[in-house]
């Protein structure tokens, strides 16, 4: 939830901590800091971005350094909440991602022992656990420290005067960056990778201690190898590329992001996923988990598999499943997670596995924690998404459904061809989208001055409502409810007026009639319409005060225009508004706490 960064080479530590910062803030941008050491610690945070933060900062100089970006979790956003943290000493200095559950009843233990805290956070307590132990052996110290520590982290420790940091991770990402005598730490890699392309994925329970020359990794006090990844993609393919926000660059996107998640799956000479285990273990069959624009992603999923599998399948809110939640030994768990870090759903895999399901992640980074916990990981070909709001990686997620399923469908020849020959025109039907934004522009334009708005759809297009829902609240700040058209009228019609827009998605299957009644329902109501209609269909034309047209695409594959339609509505509303689109605030990419 939060972003770290460490830093240990020939190069002054604050340009390159700053630089590293600022990519990292998708993370948590509610205040930042850096420590810079040489024979003392300097730190200098505040409760401001990272661009006001390079402003403001004095020259601290020294070759090794750590930063921080937060997303509040113990404590309001303050300089005092802020990281780096120190010990009593000043000389040990930490940065944390994650949450300590414990850290109240060390905290009082440590405040017993005499240590004094400045700050409200759970992570203050490491660095003094830290010195607690410490005895001349940072290592050591920094073990002992942990095994006291109930929670999940990702840690960079320096101590004043060492020339070396120490890293350490539990159920939080970390990667390690290698240049020539000089080294990187972070919580992603597009935070280095303006500084290189070779990283080493730290795994669950390792400390690592980094020199500028050399990287060691321990697991139970025992070295182990880890290997070194090269990277394939740029900081370009992070980077905005001319587009006035990550967002509109990574709807715009999509149509790449299809192709390339096709080609590769469509040239294996291997389905991506056996299904036929599923076939024959006759206990429940499938469930799909995630949580947010992913748990959208499995509700689709849930009418895919109905449609082409026609067998049984359950959708599940990780969240919601971590407390209620039960699987059947055997059953196939298909568990969506684009961060591949989400707290709740990494939980839930470990509850599935122990239960004996087989796991699967559906995920967008290599080497994530979701890929490590599960059975079988696919990954999704997004590429990095840095905007807060998820678009191509839900897109890139019903690919890997869609070609899933297709591989196993139980229809005939005939539908299935033209199903393959279908998804392969998608790219090309998403690209038409796009070129109509100017008019979903002009709708956002619309839909920008109210306050209240629906979103309704039925079957398949049902969780593109919730999605079309999410995506305009989290970014645009209207109040915004998706819903199963035929649920409207069992309540929410009470709230319906000329204040309180709708906005429709029709689609042509059997829902098309239902969902033209629900319009005519509506318009009786005086809400005004926004209705999202393919081509050639002009059902809706005389009926909705305003249509974006998307072009016609087999119904199962529907929520794809669909969907992108609804995300430039969204982007578009937010513009309008001055809304901070790619950090909207209270939330972060990655949410790394339960
Ligand atoms: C919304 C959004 C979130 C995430 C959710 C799960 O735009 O991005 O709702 O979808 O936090 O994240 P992942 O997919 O990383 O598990």
Known sequence: MCGIVGYIGDKQAQPVLLDCLSLLEYRGYDSCGIAV???????????????????????????????????????????????????????????????????????????????????????????????????????????AALAEIDGSYAIIVMVAGEPRLVAARKDSPMVIGIGDREKFIASDVPAILNFTNRVIYLEDGDIGVITADSVKVKQHQAEVTRTENKISWTIEDAQKSGYEHFMLKEIHEQPRVIRDTLAGWMSAPEPILDLEAV?????????????????????????????????????????????????LAGTMAIVLTQSGETADTLRAMKRLKEAGCRVVAITNVVGSTASRIADQTIYTRAGPEISVAATKSFIAQLMALYWIMLSYAKIDASRLSSLTAELRQLPSKVQEVLDNQDRIAECAKYLAGFKDVFFMGRGINYPVALEGALKLKEISYLHAEGYAAGELKHGPFALLGSKTPVVAIVAQDNTHEPIVTSIKEIKARHSPVLAVVPEGDDSVEELADSVIVVPQVEPLFSPVVNTVALQLLAYYTALQRGCPIDFPRNLAKSVTVE
């Open 37 to 143: 050491s040489s024979r003392s610690i300097e730190v200098y945070k505040d409760a401001i971005r990272v661009a006001a933060l390079k402003k403001a900062a004095p020259k601290l100089s020294g070759k090794i350094g750590i930063g921080h970006t937060r997303w509040a979790t113990h404590g309001a956003p303050s300089q005092l909440n802020a990281h780096p943290h120190l010990d009593c000493t000043g000389r040990i200095a930490v940065v944390h991602n994650g949450i300590i559950n414990n850290y109240q009843q060390l905290r009082e233990q440590l405040i017993g022992e005499g240590h004094s805290f400045t700050s409200e956070t759970d992570t203050e307590v490491i660095p003094h656990l830290i010195e607690k132990h410490y005895q001349g052996d940072i290592i050591k110290a920094v073990e």
């Open 279 to 327: 076939r024959d273990n006759g206990a429940e069959a499938m469930l799909m988990l995630a949580c947010g624009t992913s748990y959208h992603a499995a509700l689709v999923g849930k009418y895919i598999v109905q449609e082409l599998l026609k067998i049984p399948v359950r959708a599940e809110l990780a969240s919601e499943f971590n407390y209620y939640g039960q699987a």
